[in-house]
Structure formats: C-alpha cells, structure tokens
C-alpha cells in the first residue's frame, strides 16, 4: 500500500474504546493493538479515498 501524506495538523484519532465500540463484539477477542491497526488503516483508506474523489473532481472540470 502506497504511504499517503497527511496535511497538518492533524486531527486526533479516535479512541480505542470507540473503536471498539464501533467494531462491537468482533472486537472483543482483539488486543488494543489489533485495534490500533485496524483504526490507522480506516485512516488512511479514508485519506486515499478522498484523494480519489478530489482527483476525480479535478479532472471532470
């Protein structure tokens, strides 16, 4: 996967406890460093797919 830059500042993260709570009980058996990965990946799958979207605005124009 490709390292995607992230403009400054950055926000923070959200919680371990909401992400557990977002992932319900599929987090259960997980440490908080499973949940740390899974939450700085939703990060930065977001952060591509937004560039995605903004790249696809650009070239539509």
């Known amino acids: ?13 959200i919680s371990i406890a909401r992400c557990r709570e977002l992932l ?3 987090a259960e058996s997980m440490t908080d460093q499973d949940i740390e990965d899974i939450r700085r990946h939703a ?3 977001a952060c ?12 539509s124009e």
């Open 1 to 13: 996967m490709e390292y995607v830059e992230q403009p400054d500042p950055r926000p923070e993260p």
């Open 24 to 26: 319900g009980e599929d």
């Open 43 to 45: 990060d930065t799958m």
């Open 48 to 59: 591509i797919v937004v560039e995605m979207y903004q790249e696809q605005c650009r070239t």
